[in-house]
């Protein structure tokens, strides 16, 4: 019965359950751990779970019955170091009380913790070591490094156990709730913490050397020894070296501007790195989340308040503009942008599209995902299907809106007009557009065209302007050079199939063809073409915009590289104050499409 009970201890304690009978002096060690990865050193270095570590708890076979009489007193307990924490030596137990131990194994040495805790280990196998814990002469835990590194934890007193048997212990050089950045340890290397879709990662060199998902984690880099706790918690140690100190946060020391955001919230902006910075947030002085752009994109909403931050530290803010809950189909944002919001295996996704062509799905990974998208628009994606949409230095701002059947029979074209300007030719059932840009810069030159404001003033320096904008068949003449140069005439694309022109308000003539407009070049007006043919056909089909053939299936999954220009990411870090409604989540930036 005493062998059970101490079995269950031990094993309890190595799920990380509290034992206060039987610990007066301090907290159980926890040893637990989380999915292994390959460290610096040549050993395997990740912890095990909790659950792994008691399902290899073993039964001994046999037990010498303890004679010590159990102590009535508490040992006290050892406050925590506030000089640099050195490693207790090893020394060799009696054989007396090596024998007692109840692990299975060769027994090899006795390890003194600062704590007063006794750790003693025996090789089981090649690469295979374990400690047995006690205090205050009970057994009170297990460290099993199977072929992985374990680490245990007793308020603040360390002690990581390798597979090829070597052992440290410490205590302090802790940092508690460490936030995500870069720390430089005693001996001047450097690591970074970071935190994607609520789980830990620990990199050094660009590489990730050690992960926490819910457990404990050990590892070495270089010549130190590294504990990561799943509260965040970084703790580190350097074997030999008489400098010890906790891990030092960098990140704090390239604070560059406070950004001010709705509802009286204040994003803290700092540069971690080239292509990394973090934007902490406070909201009535207090601090209730973290944005972690380490060269990718991340976005927070607080309740229709979005907050982007990119990782050059740029950053983008505004209220609104948004859709919650969007359903699957088609829509435009306030730039003409089109793009389409599928859902595939209850997972949200987006594509933009080209010409009436899908460029690709890009499923949503996370709770939110950021995408930009070719001509400057910035999407945020929701779980439920939202969307938010902002475009940066735009005047027009607005939330997507559903994608209709005159932004389907919607076409255009390009021409080019002389002297370095090139006009986009739109052509819907509302009229015909015209947009002069430059060819260089692409930037719109001279007033937009249309029924209403047909042709350019003459201060303009040009002659641009729209023959018949009332008929199925506009054209636009442009004169670029003086003189007695010839103008030219473009004509403007003919809408698809079974698209007809929208009737004009308060006109109910249809229209018949080019004729009827008897005006000279430069009517601005209706007299002889006053209304358009309506369709009574009954045609509802939705044609995509471009050449593509009705029926055509448009969204195809390409590699994320071929699609928007930021790929999925992951998840900053969790806010938890006073039920504030931020959620945030990192986002992977891709390079920009042509």
């Known amino acids: 019965m005493r062998t059970a009970l101490r079995t269950a201890l031990a094993t309890a304690v190595v799920a990380g359950v509290a034992i206060t009978p039987a610990l007066t002096a301090g907290a159980a060690f926890a040893a637990d751990g989380p999915v292994a990865v390959k460290p610096a050193a040549p050993y395997a270095t990740a912890t095990q779970a909790g659950t792994d570590e008691a399902a290899k708890a073993k039964t001994p076979t046999a037990e010498a019955p303890k004679t010590e009489a159990p102590k009535t007193a508490p040992a006290a307990k050892v406050p925590a170091a506030t000089t640099p924490a050195t490693e207790i030596p090893k020394t060799e137990a009696p054989k007396a009380e090596a024998a007692a131990g109840e692990g299975t194994g060769t027994y090899v040495r006795t390890l003194s913790l600062p704590n007063g805790a006794k750790a003693k280990i025996f090789k089981v196998a090649p690469l295979h070591f374990r400690a047995e814990l006690y205090k205050e002469g009970q057994r009170v835990g297990t460290l099993d490094a199977d072929g992985i590194a374990v680490a245990g934890n007793d308020d603040g007193t360390f002690l990581a156990l390798f597979p090829n048997g070597d052992a440290h212990t410490w205590r302090g050089n802790y940092v508690p709730g460490a936030r995500p950045g870069t720390y430089e340890l005693a001996n001047g290397s450097r690591v970074e913490l970071v935190v994607q879709l609520g789980r830990q990662y620990l990199k050094a060199g660009g590489q990730v050397i050690a992960s926490v998902n819910g457990a404990r ?37 390239g604070y560059v501007r406070t950004v001010k955001l709705a509802n009286g919230v204040q994003a803290k902006i700092f540069k971690v790195a080239d292509g990394h910075h973090r934007a902490e947030l406070y909201q009535q002085g207090k601090r209730v989340g973290t944005l972690d752009a380490d060269h990718w994109s991340v976005a927070a909403n607080n309740n229709g308040a979005f907050f982007v931050l990119n990782s050059d530290g740029t950053t983008h803010d505004w209220v609104g503009n948004y859709l919650p809950g969007a359903k699957p189909g088609q829509y435009k944002l306030a730039n003409g942008i089109r793009l389409e919001l599928v859902k595939k295996d209850g997972r949200y996704g987006l594509q933009e599209m080209r010409w009436g062509v899908g460029t690709g799905v890009s499923y949503l990974k996370g709770d939110r995902q950021v995408y930009r998208f070719t001509g400057g628009g910035l999407v945020v994606l929701e779980r439920d299907g939202g969307l938010a949409a902002y475009i940066p230095g735009a005047a027009k701002q607005s939330a997507p809106m559903p994608y209709t059947r005159d932004d389907a029979c919607t076409v255009r074209t390009e021409v080019g007009i002389g002297a370095g300007t090139k006009a986009e030719l739109t052509m819907s059932p509302n009229g015909p557009t015209a947009t002069l840009r430059d060819i260089g810069s692409d930037k719109q030159v001279h007033t937009t065209l249309d029924r209403n404001h047909p042709s350019l003033p003459k201060s303009a320096g040009i002659v641009a302007r729209i023959d018949n904008p009332f008929s199925a068949t506009p054209t636009l003449y442009t004169k670029v050079e003086g003189g007695t140069a010839k103008g030219a005439t473009h ?104």
């Open 217 to 253: 984690q050990v590892t070495r880099y270089g010549n130190a020894v590294i504990v990561m706790e799943p509260d965040g918690g970084l703790a580190a140690y350097i074997p030999g070296s008489a400098t010890q100190a906790a891990p030092r946060l960098l990140g704090t020391t």
């Open 491 to 594: 004509a403007f694309p003919k809408m698809l199939k079974g698209c007809t022109l929208n009737p004009v308000k308060g006109t109910s003539t249809p229209v018949t063809g080019t004729h009827g407009n008897t005006g000279t070049h430069g009517n601005t007006g209706t007299h002889g073409n006053t209304g358009v043919t309506v369709n009574t056909g009954g045609q509802t089909s939705v044609v995509p915009r471009g050449g593509v053939a009705a029926g055509a299936e448009l969204g195809t999954e390409t590699p994320a590289n071929s699609t928007v220009l930021y790929a999925t990411g992951a998840g900053a870090a969790s806010l938890a104050a006073a039920g504030l409604g931020f959620m945030v989540l990192r986002r992977r930036a891709a390079d920009s499409r042509a």
